[in-house]
């Protein structure tokens, strides 16, 4: 295991990130306590620091864990978690962005990860209402009390995160040092906006459900996975206005696996680690033969052939504006025909 810094901190992270999703089986699948015991040591076996998890994985129980399995150990990881959503109930403040979720948020997760801070904070989903200026000072209060290090956003437009990056960096506030988001082989529309965003700011980019919810594990085709109905179902739902593109991913991953003598998860994971914006991929797993496999994706290198294809399989139009400013007449008028003799 490598490792690089978070975006524009200091934080040294581990170049995979333990997603802990699956820690605790009240969702109706997942590990059991000993399982997800023996994949946090395999993680730090492996030299893995950094571990992701949030306020309602399992309904408290991911958290619950880890602080549990941390005990004495606390400082050998990066650990992240996030706040924002809550299960359905009567009280409207219970989810959301807003500081009042934000502070309660921070002090129970606290409380169930027996720690007296965090070192990544994550705003799990932006809610689209509550004022970006009272998100990035309740956090910079965070920071300031020492209860959080370093603060992110995950599944936030790209305008919103430059908006309120900006706005912190004007008034002298913690800014956003992290971006996470979904991105696959089967999910790449995050190039047209959110990657790009990510690289002029300095944000570093986790990716979650790298492997597209096990799509591109190609066991769903094969009609052999141990899986919660209810996820794949709504994956399945999420993914099907594009099956025949779905469909061609997966058997170009298959091929590919093949060819190097590797499993298609390991490809997915490693075209996902091969792209021009450094990414870090989230990986969990229900049991550990599972992650274990996951993990060998790190000695995996794709040749620009391979990579060609799977690119070639699951590429998505970037569309307007990006369309427009690479129209040849469009760079005639911009540059006066002299595009091609400045150098950037």
Known sequence: MRYRLLGNSGLRVSELCLGTMTFGEEWGSGSSKDESRAILDAFFEAGGNFIDTANMYTNGTSEAMLGEFLQGDRDRAVLA?????????????????????????????????????????????????TPLEEVMRAFDDLVRQGKILHVGVSDMAAWAVARANTLAELRGWSPFVGLQIEYSLVERTVERELLPMAEALGLGVTAWSPLAGGVLTGKYARGQAEVDARYHNEMMKHFAPSGDRIE??????????????????QVALAWLRHQ????????????????????????????????????????VELGFPHSFYDNEMVKAFVFGGMRDLIDN
Request: aromatic content about 6%; overall charge positive; some cysteine.
């Open 81 to 129: 978690t996030k706040y924002t959503n809550a299960m359905p109930g009567t009280d409207p403040n219970a989810g959301g962005n807003q500081r009042k979720n934000m502070m309660r948020s921070v002090e129970a997760s606290l409380k169930r990860l027996r720690t007296d801070y965090i070192d990544l904070y994550w705003l799990h989903v932006w809610d689209q209402i």
């Open 276 to 315: 021009p914006t450094p990414v870090i991929p989230i990986v969990g797993a229900r049991r550990l033969e599972q992650f274990r496999d996951n993990l060998a994706c790190l000695d995996l290198r794709l040749d620009e052939a391979h990579l060609g294809r799977l690119g070639a399989a699951s590429r």
């Open 248 to 265: 061609a991913i997966v058997s170009e991953v298959r091929a590919v696996a093949e060819e190097v003598g590797r499993s298609s998860a």
